[in-house]
């Protein structure tokens, strides 16, 4: 039976334990120039000398205008690639591995960061820019933007931003590489037929649909050593009626992403419209998304994360134990309390991964 504590091999790269720091935006480059500061180090590097198993960035724009708020991090040039280098090096050596999520807003991008208004409006002024999307419909925010539609090509450029993200994410030090397809952002934008009403190859049926999203993954996996893994993130459902995009679609993505190149998917919900109705919030809300797509990647050798109110020692062990998940991502936990591996190591009765300095704490 495995263990919350045991490790996880994907490919050749090992997780210590299966507790993973989900991606989390930090709204924190100073300059709006994507770069990192001190602050993704200090956040990023607690959370590995915190003992979690694995690390993943925030949302990490592959092309500027691919960035929700304009303090987001960035991927697309030597330069953004240098400015992480010290965090990727800092969680290594801490014994965790250092994933990156490579991200693209679509049409949800330019907007204030949380606590810079009082809700979620779009930056219209020279901060700003245009949103891009599968078809001219603005995300509908109070004040939306105008959006601009995709054309083929410009669809095909999407896909080689991601693969030069790539590439730039590698020679910043990251062991792992997330593709964010999930929370209404544009790979999700494309895959799900409430956005997407194009009539070009990247639209229509469920193959056009999901072209974007299969591309995006082969083309990060050309570059991404064949001994480090691949992940993506999906929102399995947009909780929009049985109309728009369901459990039952990711259960039919999901083999298709592992014959891609997918070691991991990391199934989180909706978020691509805000008349979204979500069944319930408490503890594990999202983990049936979970174990309906770890059974339909049964005959793959790709496993599954969990997120969502995964809060507790007992309660994410088990979830690894009935091989529910093969791991487990927390956010708002992690931020509570950058500890948490290590407090629940010690509730399970396992040897805390605690750091030399810090042994007199525990
Ligand atoms: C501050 C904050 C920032 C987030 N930023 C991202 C992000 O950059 N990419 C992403 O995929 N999800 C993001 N999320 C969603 C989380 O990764 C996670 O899926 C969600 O919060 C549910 O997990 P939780 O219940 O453990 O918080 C963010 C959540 C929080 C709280």
């Known amino acids: ?78 330069e953004h690639a240098d400015a992480l280098a010290d965090t990727t090096a800092f969680i290594k050596k801490h014994g965790a591995v250092p994933a990156i999520q490579l991200a693209h807003a679509g049409r949800k991008a330019s907007t204030y960061r949380p606590g810079d208004r009082d809700d979620r409006t779009t930056v219209a002024d020279e901060d700003g820019w245009t949103p891009v999307g599968p078809t001219e419909e603005p995300y509908p925010y109070e004040q939306p933007l105008d959006t601009h539609k995709l054309t083929t090509e410009e669809v095909e450029e999407v896909v080689e931003s991601f693969r030069e993200g790539a590439e730039h994410a590698l020679d910043a030090g990251f062991e792992a590489a997330e593709v964010h397809a999930a929370h209404g952002y544009l790979l999700h934008e494309f895959y799900s037929p409430l956005t997407n009403t194009r009539d070009d190859k990247y639209g229509g049926d469920f193959e056009g649909r999901t072209r974007l999203v299969r591309e995006v993954t082969r083309a990060v996996r ?12 999906l929102s399995a459902t947009d909780w929009m009626g049985d109309e728009n995009w369901t459990v039952e679609d990711t259960a039919r993505l999901a083999p298709l992403l592992a014959a891609d190149g997918a070691d991991m998917l990391d199934i989180s919900g909706g978020a691509n419209h805000p008349d979204q109705e979500i069944p319930h919030t408490g503890p594990h809300y999202q983990v049936p998304y979970a174990e309906t797509v770890r059974e339909a990647l049964d005959d793959t050798d790709c496993t599954v994360g969990a997120v969502g109110a995964i809060n507790t020692a007992e309660g994410a062990d088990a979830l690894v134990r009935n091989e529910r998940a093969d791991l487990v991502l927390q956010a708002r936990q992690s931020l509570y309390d950058p500890n948490f591996p290590l407090h629940a190591a010690e509730e399970l009765g396992v040897e805390p991964p605690v750091p030399r300095q810090y042994y007199r704490g525990f």
């Open 1 to 78: 039976m495995p263990h919350l504590f045991d490790e996880l091999e994907l490919r050749d790269t090992t997780l210590r334990n299966r507790i993973a720091v989900s991606p989390m935006c930090q709204y924190s480059c100073d300059d709006m120039d994507g770069l990192a500061t001190d602050w993704h180090k200090v956040h990023l590097g607690s959370r590995a000398t915190g003992g979690a198993g694995l690390i993943i960035s925030e949302a990490t724009a592959v092309e500027p205008r691919g960035r929700i708020s304009p303090q987001d991090l960035g991927i697309w040039s030597a």
């Open 222 to 233: 050309e570059v991404w050593p064949d001994d480090k893994p691949v992940f993506v993130r």
